[in-house]
């Protein structure tokens, strides 16, 4: 696994979320869920929640995961630092095909800042009809 200082924009906090990065780090690794959740001794569930970006590991086992994964805890929590080089496009693979996947990307990230909005929304709602 190579390095880099500058992951351009690929995995920048802009463009992908805590989970997508630590996703790419095991990816890189070649290492599955499974054996990542075994090494840092946490749940399965609890691994695919950080990847699903449903919660967040705290100080000490982000920092086992960096050791594990060879990777920043800065990179793992901006995409700034030493991480995973960018996927390369696959041979017959267009540019196109990149600029896809990071629309993808967008409206994901849209969606889950609705879905928090909605939550947020739904919250206040439950808390004006129980008062």
Known sequence: ?????????????????????????????????????????????????????????????????????NVSMRWLLTGEGEGVEEPALENGEAPEVRDLLLEIRDIKMQMNRSADQLGRLEKRLRKRLEG
Request: aromatic content about 6%.
């Open 1 to 69: 696994m190579e390095q880099t200082e500058s992951n351009g924009d690929w995995f920048s906090e802009d463009a992908a979320t805590f989970g997508d990065r630590l996703a790419a780090a095991r990816e890189a690794v070649n290492m599955s869920q499974s054996d990542l959740a075994r090494r840092l001794g946490i749940k399965l569930k609890t691994l695919r929640g950080w990847e699903e970006d449903l919660s967040e590991p705290r100080a000490n086992k982000l920092q086992m995961v960096s050791g594990v994964l």
